[in-house]
């Protein structure tokens, strides 16, 4: 076992960091905006800048869910496979400006499978990235549009969002070892 | 459980409820893939699929081939007549041929039971058992429990009837241990010459009188009459047969009102299940060949998986 993790953003910051995202996200074009989230809790932080891109506008912004086990390129190197799940996006993603939500940016594998998963969806307009944590160490050039918080990190440690609805708490650690697979690829 | 325990799929005996809940979620995914205007993933890109089809099949070899295109594997198919079988290989010298091609899976229809282990214990690949003479269909069970439970939310309490020549059917096999499995209660039905003898180590109920095997039950399935095979069935009359065993209007009524009707295909209007019937806003033969695809799909992809994990240790 490692020392107690370093407490990067506790509910109360990361309230206000996901409301300074979702200004920063109204600020560009909006008439065509849908914002999608990766499972798992991405989608918990889509849902939340949703609802508050729709208090500023009061108007309705769609929402999808993103499942990309099936475009992952690490089948085999994951040793805690997650059971693969429904992508949920109802609405046609052709012509729209995407706003692509995850929890924490790393190697930027994970988003390249989303970019394949969404353009075998239709044609958007344009996808933009943004994710609560960029913990930097990319492996594939991948830029994010929108982020939390970054914070420089060694691949021997790791960062973990947790989220109410899937841990009870809201908050963001950094630890300094590798715990059992959370890390996207 | 996010995984099999094995790297092939042989038959239902022997999976735990877990593997089979695992197998029918993931296949809940693939549906969507289905539905949309590009029905192509990349998951199994660059990985090659033997189709090895000893045994004349249209429907599985087909559902089979969707499936893997789906996925983006390359597909080579093999069938017995017109090729090296048919020149007198032997199942092992064609399995080292197979072999020495390094498919990553090996699907197999076969006449023998038992042939689809026999390849799994020679082989590399991961094999998957499209039918093997009167031992297995997994994928069969598989997709008739998706359809099940599509309908009916639950496996678990269902009450299903399996109609027909239960003694050749690995259909009705897999389907026993799957349900039973799953907590739905089996009842076999056909004449005394079709039910195996131990029958009950299936786990399931016998009874001889369809219109008491049909009471209140939930899910109707039919099995196939071979009439190509008349010569080897223990039938003095296919009238007989259908006089006694076929599903028709009045047996159907016997059923819970919203029973489903099913059928593995194809089909024998007349003999098995009568016209009207099989045509009945209850039937649901052409949503079983539908999810079939899908079933097909999530058995590749968590058996890639696990072969993927395999290779990496």
Not at chain 2, 177 to 187: D, K
Not at chain 2, 211 to 216: C, F, R, S
Request: charged fraction near 30%.
């Amino acid at each position: 076992m490692t020392a107690t993790p370093r407490v990067l953003m506790d509910a109360g910051k990361m309230d206000r960091t996901l409301a300074r995202m979702a200004a920063e996200i109204r600020e560009r074009e909006s008439d065509t905006l849908a914002v999608v989230g990766i499972r798992t809790r991405g989608v918990h932080l889509a849902a939340r800048l949703r609802d508050k891109l729709q208090r500023i506008d009061d108007r309705q912004v769609d929402f999808g869910i993103l499942d990309i086990n099936l475009y992952r390129d690490d089948l085999s190197m994951v040793a805690d496979h997650p059971v693969l799940r429904k992508t949920e996006i109802s609405f046609p993603v052709s012509g729209r400006r995407l706003v692509l939500v995850d929890d924490v940016l790393y190697t930027g594998r994970t988003i390249r499978a989303a970019l394949d998963a969404l353009t075998d969806l239709g044609r958007p307009t344009a996808i933009q990235l943004a994710v609560l944590v960029d913990r930097g160490l990319r492996e594939v050039p991948i830029q994010p549009d929108f982020i939390g918080m970054a914070v420089p990190t060694q691949a021997d440690q790791h960062v973990r969002v947790l989220v109410r609805e899937e841990d009870g708490v809201d908050r963001v650690e950094l630890g300094e070892r590798v715990l059992p697979k959370r890390e996207k690829p | 459980m996010a995984d099999l325990s094995d790297r092939h799929l042989l038959g239902i005996e022997g999976l735990a409820s877990e593997e089979i809940t695992l197998i029918l979620d993931t296949a809940e995914s693939m549906v969507e893939i289905g539905q949309r205007e590009i029905k192509k993933v990349p998951t199994l890109r660059g990985k090659t699929v033997v189709n090895f089809f000893y045994e004349p099949s249209t429907r599985t070899r087909s559902s089979f081939e969707i499936a893997e295109k789906r996925l983006s594997a390359d597909i080579v198919n093999f069938s017995a007549s017109g090729s090296s079988v048919s020149k007198g290989e032997t199942l092992l010298d064609t399995a080292r041929t197979l072999e020495a091609m390094e498919p990553n899976f090996i699907v197999i229809r076969h006449g023998a039971s038992g042939a689809a282990r026999f390849l799994a214990d020679r082989c590399r690949a991961s094999i998957i058992n499209a039918g093997d003479g009167m031992h297995e269909h997994p994928t069969q069970a598989l997709l008739d429990a998706f359809t099940m439970r599509r309908h009916k939310k639950k496996l678990a309490g269902l009450n299903v009837a399996i109609v027909g020549d239960i003694t050749h059917s690995r259909v009705a096999r897999s389907n026993a241990y799957l349900l039973t499995t799953m907590g739905a209660r089996v009842t076999f039905c056909g004449p005394a010459t079709m039910i195996p003898p131990h029958v009950e180590c299936l786990g399931a109920r016998v009874e001889s009188r369809m219109e008491k095997a049909l009471e209140g039950v939930d899910v109707i399935m039919m099995l196939r009459i071979q009439r190509e095979r008349q010569s080897r069935l223990a039938l003095p009359s296919l009238r007989e047969y259908t006089r006694l065993y076929g599903l028709d209007r009045r047996r159907l009524n016997l059923a819970h009102p919203e029973a489903l009707i099913m059928h593995p295909g194809p089909i024998n209007r007349g003999v098995e299940i009568a016209d009207d019937v099989a045509d009945d806003p209850r039937s649901v033969i052409l949503e079983q060949v539908a999810n079939g695809v899908a079933i097909r799909m999530a058995v590749l992809y968590l058996l890639a998986r696990n072969w993927d994990a395999h290779e990496a240790a």
